[in-house]
């Protein structure tokens, strides 16, 4: 990603998110147990079957929150909806096996590529060329496992599906 290390070249605020670590979350289960991870991906994964692949592009760059940032977020545009269309099936097949609550707010894709570093305020914003703005396919659903720590979340793969493209 070689726009981002562009962008973040000359900040010593932000932290970058791992490359392995870059992607868009569908749903947050949050705390399963482990003995459940089986259940829970052909629970997520078997409403997808047919599924097109979404056509996500790049909008801008965003602060989240906007007045104090957190973090900075490549916000998606969800060509022809597919990608909440995924959310949507995967979101409702597991709210009805109760191992997910759904959300009150509606879906955002994006992709979280830095983190404020603890401590900093008021982060100006990224002020760098645009990022690429190709349309591109997440031809790719993956149930991860976070392991937590102060440096940030590493991504465990536990299961994977491949939508049509």
Same mark, same amino acid.
Do not use: C
């Given at each position: ?54 056509? *996500?592009?790049?909008?801008? &760059? ?8 957190? *973090? ?13 269309? &995924? ?10 096996? !109760?191992?997910?609550? #759904? ?19 008021? #982060? ?18 993956? *149930?991860? !496992? ?20």
């Amino acid at each position: 990603m070689a726009w981002r290390e562009q962008a973040l070249a000359d900040r010593s605020d932000l932290r970058p998110v791992a490359v392995e670590a870059l992607h868009v979350t569908l749903v947050f289960l949050g705390y399963l147990p482990e003995k459940e991870i089986e259940r829970i991906a052909s629970t997520a994964f078997e409403p997808l079957a047919g599924l097109r692949a979404p056509r *996500l592009r790049v909008r801008e &760059v965003k602060p989240v929150p906007p007045r104090n940032a957190r *973090l900075f977020a490549l916000d998606l545009a969800d060509e022809d909806g597919r990608a909440g269309a &995924v959310h949507a099936a995967m979101s409702e097949s597991l709210d009805k096996a !109760r191992l997910y609550k #759904p959300e009150k707010r509606p879906f955002w894709p994006h992709i979280t590529f830095a983190r404020v570093k603890r401590g900093e305020r008021r #982060p100006p914003p990224i002020a760098s060329p645009p990022p690429p703005r190709d349309p591109f396919d997440a031809g790719e659903v993956t *149930l991860y !496992r976070s392991h937590l720590s102060p440096r940030g979340a590493r991504y465990e793969a536990l299961h994977r599906l491949n939508l049509t493209l």
